[in-house]
C-alpha cells in the first residue's frame, strides 16, 4: 500500500525522459518535476531514456498477430518497473513536430499489447494519469495557429490514452527555445513546472 501524506494516499510517478543532452533545458524540467512531486510525499521512478541506453526498435516478435509476441527482456525489465505506477509524465522536446524517435519508439514497445491493451482492444491502464512537458524551437503561438499543438496532443496524448484507458491531465508546452535563453527565461519554465505539480497533486 502507498503512505500517505496527511489525507492524501500518496502516488507512483514514471517519470519518462526523453533527450540525448542530460544538461537540456528538457532534462532540467524532468529534474523539477521530480523534485516538486518528491516535496508533496510522491514516488517518482525515472526513466532517462538516452541514459539507459533503451532501444527503441520494435522488432517482428513484438508484434501482435496469430501468435503471442515475445517481448524483450527490457520491455519486461520496464514493465514490472511501471505496472504499479498512478501518473505517467512525459519530458520530451518537439523535433519536426513529434516527440523523438526514441520515445515515441519506447512507447510502442512498453506501452502496447500486454501492457497498455489487451487481445480485445481492452484498457489495461484505466485509473492512470497521464501529464505530458514539451518544448519547442517554435514560437508555441506558431504551434497553435497551424494546429500542430492540437495534432500532437490528438495524434499522441489524446491517442495513447484512449487505447490504455489512461486520463489526460495536462500537457504543458514552452516554445521558442533557443540557444542562449536567459537563466530568468529558464526559472519561469522550472516554475511553471512546480506550480503544475502542485496542482495536480498538491
Not at 90 to 99: D, K, Q, T
Not at 158 to 178: E, F, N, P
Request: aromatic share 8%; glycine share 10%.
Amino acid at each position: 500500500m502507498l503512505p500517505t501524506v496527511g489525507d492524501k494516499q500518496a502516488m507512483k510517478h514514471a517519470l519518462i525522459v526523453a533527450h540525448p543532452n542530460p544538461d537540456s533545458l528538457t532534462c532540467a524540467v524532468a529534474r523539477a518535476y521530480a523534485d516538486a512531486a518528491r516535496a508533496l510525499g510522491e514516488t517518482v521512478v525515472e526513466r532517462d531514456l538516452y541514459r539507459m541506453g533503451f532501444d527503441p526498435r520494435l522488432p517482428a516478435d513484438e508484434i501482435p498477430g496469430p501468435h503471442t509476441p515475445t517481448f524483450g527482456d527490457d520491455v519486461l525489465r520496464e514493465r514490472a518497473m511501471l505496472a504499479d505506477a498512478d501518473v505517467f509524465a512525459f519530458v520530451y522536446p518537439l523535433w519536426l513536430n513529434a516527440p523523438p524517435a526514441m520515445l515515441k519508439g519506447y512507447v510502442e514497445r512498453v506501452f502496447g499489447f500486454g501492457f497498455g491493451y489487451g487481445r480485445a482492444m481492452d484498457s489495461l491502464l484505466a485509473g492512470r494519469k497521464l501529464i505530458s512537458f514539451t518544448t519547442s524551437g517554435a514560437p508555441e503561438h506558431w504551434l497553435r495557429d497551424t494546429g500542430a499543438l492540437d495534432a500532437l496532443r490528438t495524434l499522441f496524448d489524446a491517442h495513447l490514452a484512449g487505447v490504455t484507458g489512461m486520463s489526460i491531465l495536462d500537457h504543458v508546452h514552452h516554445g521558442g527555445i533557443a540557444p542562449g535563453i536567459t537563466e530568468e527565461a529558464v526559472g519561469d519554465i522550472l516554475e511553471d513546472v512546480r506550480a503544475a505539480v502542485k496542482r495536480h497533486f498538491g
